[in-house]
């Protein structure tokens, strides 16, 4: 393994390895393309300017095995015809794995992987046009030495257009030099002074030995005076001039394949040019080149997170400002000062508010990032089942914070894969059973409310109920008893108990019993859910929940009992007065009339006490809006609108998962924020003795040990 010299920095490094894995992305995205369109000329410019780009960043780095392999791949993709079209995304894809293994490799420090598969590989795609496999001296076996990349083919298209004069210089280095990248250097800065350079072949990231050199240099001095430039003792022997000229008529497969230029009488080669792109536009090298990334600035989530942890404060500090001018506006209210501060008041909160967006926006990613390695796993997950799978993706463009899109990688990868290993039929079954013989997998993504939605759905054979029973009660999950008595729901939601199984046999895919609990605990941390709707042949959707942001929220605040909670502003669809007798009992649940609809109550405190008064006691219900689902949540009295950020507690502050997180108001209290989504899964399953009270001493246990967390801490939340 080779390492880059000591004065090359950690962050060069760093910001090499995430770029890296963007162009491992779109190595797999092109060679994809070329799956379903086998030589489209887009997709294997893609991909060669992927694999380019990724040999001299790995090289500039001092990954040397890195550097080399992609650059056969590729002279390869340069030279391949179409014969070759048909293997080309198999070597990419296998290229794709290689190099991410190496990266690893490099990045942890262990054993390099073996690449020799991959070499003989991609020889094999060279080998039916005979003209790629390297010979001595850097030839190929054609004596077609010369392999210019795609930007240098661009480059020299480019002048050539312009009706400038290029010329290729081979130079042929002394056997007994002993210095050949000193040599390629010496060379190379000599002819560099003559004119502009414009292709260097060996590329300098091939440290392989050489015995020739080529380079393609736009200069309008004589083949003599360039050739006397090149003789240097003892490190090279003999120099050869050539003026290169497009055909008169180049067609198209002359962009990908050698092209015949006419020589000029200064000297005569009977060795072509490869590779020169004569329809190429003048003004693309600059955008391949990357001119258009000038305004994009790489920065570490950890400095957005300090800058967004700093804004939160900032919000803190507002709301006490505010309310020492609301108190002095009490205290002093005719005093001409309240009105210059308010003034200025209304100006921070102003500019506040702005610079409040801007971080979260930044954090903010579209579900495009996530989304777009799902066609690799698709494709290789179904290869390896036997079956035929589409991937259908919809909604890309869906925002979602940073920290949550990276969290929810490894469960969607979950659900994908078991979607097609136990959801989608094979060809065969799914044509007896009046289906198409490919299955169809949609990976969905929409914003809902303050939520996020990521569905998985597939149209295979379902889930069955009476199946999972069985297996649950097989593997000791559950007892006799209990599979008699739980619901459909709980039923389902036994397939996410760690190290429940329906494979019959364990595989490399499935049967080990790992990976949908890895989804629910993952959900649950994040403060999100995941809901199964299941028909029988027909297929299984997996509705993924997920918090907008983890950060700041504008909530309402109200009390119960004379303690105060907030929720979510964007939950809350509407605020309803009523009184207690309006309040029914319908089997175990409190429901009101609202209008045509039955509204289902969820009550955190505990009821009032049976008396005359009770029937006139007025209440407040917030009308709520979670997922699919409505009800209405019975609260004292309401203490208005705050925007809040969100503090998380760990679980010495708080052991319940209906607190998703506590603030600081602007006087100093602390206020709990409540998780709607778990408490309505909770109240879903409460008992019918005491749904709500049960709830209510969950979150006052919550409140004492909030507060007493703050104590400690010194009022820090």
């Not at 001018?325 to 009105?339: A, H, T, V």
């Not at 996020?452 to 999972?468: A, F, L, N």
């Not at 969950?698 to 507060?707: I, K, V, W």
């Amino acid at each position: 393994m080779t390492h880059p010299p000591e004065d090359r920095s950690a962050e060069l490094r760093a910001l090499f390895f995430e770029s890296a894995q963007e162009l491992l992305q779109v190595i797999n995205d092109e060679a994809m393309r070329l799956e379903k369109s086998p030589g489209e000329a887009d997709a294997v410019r893609g991909l060669r300017r992927a694999v380019h780009t990724l040999k001299g960043d790995s090289a500039a780095c001092g990954y040397r095995e890195l550097s080399e392999l992609a650059h056969e791949l590729e002279d390869v993709l340069t030279l391949a015809g179409t014969a070759a079209a048909a293997t080309i995304p198999e070597i990419a894809l296998r290229a794709a794995d290689t190099f991410g293994a190496l990266l690893d490799a490099y990045r942890l420090k262990k054993r390099l992987p073996d690449v020799k598969p991959l070499r003989q590989a991609v020889a094999q795609l060279a080998s039916p046009r005979g003209s790629s496999t390297p010979g001595k001296n850097g030839k190929s076996k054609n004596g077609h030495g010369v392999r210019w990349s795609e930007y240098e083919r661009l480059a020299i298209s480019k002048v050539l257009t312009e009706g400038r004069r290029v010329c290729r210089i081979t130079v042929e280095l002394d056997p007994q030099c002993g210095m050949p990248i000193a040599a390629r250097q010496m060379i190379r800065g000599s002819l560099s002074a003559m004119g502009e350079m414009l292709g260097v072949y060996p590329a300098e990231s091939v440290h392989a030995p050489i015995g020739q050199l080529d380079f393609a240099l736009a200069t309008n001095l004589p083949a003599e005076k360039i050739r006397s430039k090149c003789r240097i003792p003892t490190i090279s022997v003999n120099a050869r001039v050539v003026r290169l000229r497009f055909k008169a008529k180049a067609s198209p497969a002359a962009l990908s394949a050698p092209t015949q230029v006419e020589h000029s009488p200064e000297k005569t080669l009977s060795n072509p040019t490869s590779g020169l792109a004569a329809t190429a536009p003048a003004s693309e090298p600059a955008s391949v080149l990357g001119g258009g990334l000038d305004n994009i600035l790489r920065v570490d989530a950890e400095k957005i997170d300090t800058v967004l942890n700093l804004v939160g404060e900032m919000i803190l500090a507002k709301s006490m400002m505010q309310q020492t001018l609301n108190d002095f506006g009490r205290r002093y209210p005719k005093d001409s000062l309240r009105g210059k501060f308010s003034d200025a008041m209304a100006f921070q909160i102003r500019v506040l508010n702005d610079l409040q967006r801007s971080v979260m926006k930044i954090r903010m990613v579209p579900v495009e990032q996530l989304f777009r390695r799902f066609p690799r796993v698709v494709r290789d997950v179904a290869r390896q089942c036997g079956k035929e799978v589409e991937l259908v993706m919809r909604g890309e463009n869906t925002d979602l914070d940073k920290g949550i899109l990276d969290s929810i990688a490894e469960p969607l990868t979950h659900l994908v894969r078991n979607a097609i290993g136990h959801g989608i039929e094979a060809s065969a079954e799914r044509v007896a059973a009046g289906k198409p013989a490919r299955g169809t997998l949609q990976l969905i993504a929409y914003h809902q409310g303050n939520q996020v939605v990521i569905e998985v759905t597939d149209d295979g054979h379902g889930i069955e109920v009476d199946k999972i029973r069985q297996r649950a009660l097989s593997q000791g999950l559950i007892t006799a008893e209990q599979a008699t008595q739980l619901y459909e729901t709980e039923i389902m939601d036994l397939i996410f108990r760690p190290g429940f199984s329906t494979a019959k046999e364990v595989t490399e895919l499935s049967g080990r019993g790992v990976g949908l609990d890895v989804v629910q605990s993952v959900l649950q941390r994040l403060k999100g859910t995941v809901q199964i709707d299941t028909e029988k042949g027909r297929g299984t959707t997996f509705r993924l929940r997920l918090p907008l942001t983890l950060a700041i929220i504008k909530a309402l605040l109200f009390r119960i009992e004379e303690r105060l909670y907030a929720i979510p502003l964007n939950a809350v669809v509407e605020i309803a007065r009523t009184i207690e007798e309006e309040i029914h009992q319908v089997e175990q649940y409190e429901v009101i009339q609202l209008r045509n609809e039955v509204l289902p109550l969820l009550r955190l405190g505990a009821p009032p006490e049976p008396g005359p008064l009770r029937a006139r006691q007025k209440v407040f219900v917030l009308v709520i809006h979670t997922g699919d689902r409505r009800f209405g949540l019975i609260v004292d009295s309401l203490d208005g609108e705050e925007e809040l950020v969100i503090k998380a507690l760990d679980d010495q502050a708080i052991s319940t998962d209906l607190v998703s997180g506590a603030s600081i108001l602007g006087d100093g209290r602390v206020v709990l924020i409540l998780n709607l989504t778990a408490m309505m899964e909770r109240f879903t399953h409460a008992s019918a003795e005491e749904p709500g009270g049960r709830l209510a001493g969950l979150l006052r246990s919550g409140s004492e040990r909030a507060l007493a967390a703050r104590a400690t801490a010194g009022g820090q939340a």
